[in-house]
């Protein structure tokens, strides 16, 4: 079993033990959702990946940013702002607010068809933190101690 295999497995148990019936397991227990939020992550052969809504990919990071881009969606609030031209959302951003009150973004999502011409309006919404920071903080340093 390779390292982000062996973090994905270890991160599963202790969302399992967190929050119970609220997360599904998809793919023969490879890919992990939190029921009811945008939050999921997985792991295959080759990488570990963590998204909400927006795929996340630590390849470029390493697995230390992914499981920490994890804790943070589940311990953080998550501000999520749509872009309207009329009715049609054509572009949506999502930001963590992180305890000492900065914005981290996400990341952002658009299409190239939309009615230009229309005006903007920005409709914000805010998702409460799942699991309190201290309840899983030393769990989740051990992790990363290893990984």
């Not at 295959?44 to 992914?66: C, L, M, R, S, W």
Request: proline residues 2%; aromatic residues 12%.
């Amino acid at each position: 079993m390779k390292i982000h295999q062996k973090v994905f497995e270890e991160l599963k148990n202790v969302l399992t033990e967190e929050l119970g019936g609220n997360i599904t397991e998809h793919e023969q227990g490879t890919y992990i959702e939190i029921n009811e939020t945008n939050i999921w992550f997985s792991a295959d052969e080759h990488e570990f990946t963590v998204g909400y809504g927006i795929h996340y990919d630590p390849e470029f990071e390493g697995i230390k940013a992914a499981i920490d881009r994890l804790f943070n969606l589940l311990t953080c609030r998550i501000k999520k702002t749509n872009f309207l031209k009329g009715a049609f959302t054509f572009k949506h951003r999502i930001d963590l607010e992180l305890p000492n009150g900065e914005l981290e973004n996400v990341g952002t999502g658009m299409t190239w068809l939309y009615p230009y011409w229309k005006k903007t309006i920005q409709k914000v919404s805010f998702s409460n933190n799942l699991i309190e920071r201290d309840k899983i903080n030393e769990q989740i340093e051990k992790i990363k101690d290893y990984a």
